[in-house]
């Protein structure tokens, strides 16, 4: 069984369930500020239950505002993808300068590495996920462009996602871990298919077929990201798309080819660097694993985009506190049961 995380605020005297509600969500979710409608709170409740690389929630609360900051994204604490998905009403999310209204009939989603504002204007029941960012990567490449968007829940991969993630939360806490993991993996593969099946709601500019080849572009980069030919005209030859036409689909999202294998590589690199597995390895090898033949020149691109060179940004990831570790102390000092640390995708 996967234990759960609660919190009631009827457990708590008046004058302290403000804050403790507010410390429950940065506790079950990562921090936020989070500002309550009202300072009046009778009927909220938390539960989370940590399955795998999937954090699985049910929210009964007032209405509120919750931004996420950079100084807190600085804080470190986790890489998250967060789902909400209202059993009542509507919220609104907001990021990357696009905004979508999610309730019963489309679902959405945030990246936690970057600001974003949420909103429920209403008293609300959802369930939540919080899904380790790096396991939907691997199914979609740049997952991120498709924050704070639409997608139908109407029929279709949206609908089976959505039936199967209101499942997978009421039943959670009741899953043996065999069951449970091979759970996550079909909600992982759904979730996936659901933002890439080319119906979410299509913005001015943007179709689904120009999405279908904007994904087929971040595939390929995140299969060929070790290939140091890599580049805008060897993947507009292996796609058979012209250099004009992959410019112009990326330029709808302020992008361009070049800097997005570079944000890849460098955003892998980093990863890399801070993986244990990886302690022995060379900062030049590391460069060759992300399509770098010359180190030194891999050294310059990434202090120009972390600043900090490879071996200090190594150096320095090794001595930070853990932020989920962190996290769970500040849990077991507010009165909260704390959970186990989350376990991998099996």
């Known amino acids: 069984m996967f234990p759960a995380l609660r919190f009631d605020i009827a457990d708590l005297p ?19 500020e989070t500002l309550m409608s009202s300072r009046v709170l009778t009927d909220d409740r938390l539960t989370v239950v940590d399955v795998g690389p999937i954090r699985a929630g ?22 998250y993808l967060f789902v909400p998905v209202p059993l009542q009403h509507k919220v609104h999310l907001r990021q990357r300068g696009r905004e979508a209204e999610i309730d019963g009939s489309c679902f959405g989603f945030t990246a936690t590495a970057e600001s974003y504002s949420y909103e429920q204007p209403e008293k609300f029941e ?12 691997s199914r979609v490449p740049h997952v991120e ?10 029929g279709g991969a949206g609908a089976m996602f959505l039936d199967y993630a209101r499942s997978f939360c009421i039943n959670a806490e009741r899953l043996d871990r065999p069951t449970g993991m091979f759970a996550v993996r079909h909600l992982l593969d759904l979730f996936a298919l659901a933002v890439t099946s080319g119906d979410h709601v299509p913005g001015p500019a943007e179709s689904a077929v120009r999405e279908a ?3 087929r ?6 299969a060929h990201l070790a290939d140091p030919s890599l580049s805008t005209q060897s993947v507009a030859q292996d796609l058979r798309l012209s250099d004009r036409y992959i410019q112009k689909l990326l330029s709808e999202r302020e992008q361009t080819l070049s800097g997005l294998i570079r944000d890849r590589r460098v955003s892998e690199a980093r990863r890399l660097l801070v993986d244990p597995t990886n302690r022995g390895r060379s900062i030049s090898t590391i460069a060759f694993q992300v399509g770098y033949a010359d180190p030194a020149y891999f050294s310059r691109v990434f202090r120009e985009a972390v600043g900090l060179s490879p071996r200090d940004y190594r150096n320095r990831e090794r001595v930070r506190p853990d932020g989920d570790a962190a996290g769970r102390q500040a849990g077991r000092r507010s009165g909260l049961p704390a959970l186990p640390p989350p376990g991998g995708e099996d």
């Open 145 to 154: 462009d498709l924050t704070a968007t639409g997608f139908p829940a109407l």
């Open 58 to 79: 049910r929210v009964r609360a007032d209405p509120m505002v919750v931004h996420r900051t950079p100084r807190l994204i600085r804080r470190r604490v986790g890489d």
């Open 217 to 222: 572009i971040l595939r390929h980069v995140e």
């Open 14 to 32: 008046e004058h302290r369930r403000l804050d403790g509600l507010i410390s429950a969500i940065d506790e079950c979710f990562y921090p936020c």
């Open 213 to 215: 080849h904007r994904q």
């Open 126 to 137: 959802m369930i939540t996920l919080r899904i380790d960012a790096d396991q939907v990567r």
